[in-house]
């Protein structure tokens, strides 16, 4: 079994731009990380090596539950390694071949957990912009929760500063001022976000050509196309104010930061307690003024129907949210059974009533007999026997 410094390599995950990444097992502990190896050609090159340190650099001081964690890093027989967690799971680019098209829901989900992995990069010293955000970078994992990868290609700011003429990133992800070779920030990650919001929404990029002069030509120039006309009619005005935001041409006219997209996107959000998982039901809570969103698995599939709903019983509603409104046919039935019962006691009550008139109208009658003092007096003698003699 091939070793790499003090890890075994158990196979090859996949090969980048930068290099190949091996699934490996720490030969002491045992632990599974995953390597990622430069290439030989750029770990000759002096950019290549000091670009894969500062990734190295990066990583190691950016720790977050949104982004992929950096547990060591080491040069092995003059290549370059760096050694990550180990991710199980799917990348958002996987779950966009099985369903292009994503429930605003879920879109919205989404984002806001890549927002959370951005928003931690800021506030490094110095400030860490990705530069290649992209669904391919971005990992699904079966509990739910979603890693940002591949910082790789992030600069520290400061260099990126001074070398600002270079270009990098994926043609279809970058925006206006990376490719115009202007000084970039947080703003930048956040063009790229937003154009996968619009992907997840819509089921395709907002800006596609077979000619990569013509695709950077659109993004810095080019309006976005409007949304599909069945995502519009559902799609809450907030949410659809966010992601033309995040794609506006000039950096200034974006969100301010990534903690501010979060913000703006949190009223539309799931409940706290539930997640995206490709094996489990995630149940969307509604926009005050939308329909509320039918239950969705990450694999595609129907959700199964719970024990609760198979008995008939009515679903549990999260605490942590207002209640949704009782359908209208629930509150027509409950209705229904109350004329029923009304109709039934109906009867007995009008039999009281007649009785009761009855025997008011003849006490009133004895009554006024008595007082005119014409009128014979009650037989006693039909209820008492006479009085003895």
């Known amino acids: 079994m091939e070793r790499i410094g003090e890890y075994l ?7 980048g731009g930068m290099g190949k990444v091996y699934e490996a097992e720490e030969r002491l502990s045992g632990r599974r990380v995953a390597l990622k190896v430069l290439k030989p050609e750029l770990a000759r090159s002096e950019d290549g090596r000091r670009l894969f340190l500062s990734e190295m650099q990066i990583l190691a001081h950016l720790e977050h539950p949104a982004v992929v964690r950096s547990l060591a890093s080491f040069e092995h027989e003059g290549q370059l390694v760096l ?3 180990y991710l199980e799971g ?17 879109a919205v989900e989404i984002a806001c957990r890549i927002a959370e992995g951005l928003d931690a990069a800021p506030h490094q010293e110095p400030s860490i912009v990705h530069r290649d955000l992209k669904p391919e970078n971005v990992m699904v994992l079966p509990s739910g929760s979603l890693k940002v990868m591949d910082f790789g290609i992030a600069k520290v700011l400061a260099a990126a500063q001074a070398t600002h003429t270079q270009s990098l ?16 920030d947080a703003r930048t990650d956040l063009y790229a976000l937003g154009l996968v919001l619009y992907e997840m929404l819509s089921g395709n990029p907002p800006f596609v050509s077979s000619s990569p002069r013509e695709l950077l030509n659109l993004q810095c120039t080019a309006e976005p196309p409007a949304l599909p006309d069945d995502v519009r009619r559902s799609l809450p005005r907030g949410v659809d104010a ?7 041409k000039r950096a200034e006219d974006r969100p301010p930061s990534a903690r501010d997209v979060i913000e703006r996107l949190a009223p539309f959000r799931a409940a706290d307690d539930a997640i995206l998982a490709p094996a489990k039901t995630v149940t969307q809570a509604a926009a005050p003024d939308d329909k509320p969103p039918a239950t ?19 679903p ?9 409104p009782t359908p209208r046919a629930d509150t027509i039935a409950l209705l229904e059974r109350k004329t029923a019962a009304s109709d039934l006691s109906t009867p007995r009550a009008l039999l009281f009533i007649v009785g009761l008139s009855l025997f008011a109208g003849i006490a009133t009658y004895l009554a006024r007999m008595q007082a005119q003092g014409g009128g014979p ?7 008492l026997p006479p009085p003895p003699r």
């Open 9 to 15: 390599v158990r196979r090859m995950l996949g090969e």
């Open 377 to 383: 007096e009650p037989a006693r003698s039909a209820v």
């Open 169 to 184: 990133g994926t043609l279809q992800y970058m925006s206006p001022e990376q490719i115009d070779a202007r000084p970039i």
């Open 296 to 314: 969705q698995r990450m694999d595609g599939a129907p959700a199964p129907k719970t024990d609760t709903q198979k008995s008939g019983a009515p």
């Open 90 to 106: 799917k990348t958002l680019r996987d779950v966009l071949r099985e369903r292009p098209r994503l429930p605003w829901t879920e």
């Open 83 to 85: 050694v990550l967690e």
């Open 316 to 324: 549990v509603v999260n605490a942590s949210r207002e209640p949704s």
């Open 242 to 248: 966010v992601w033309r935001s995040l794609l506006a």
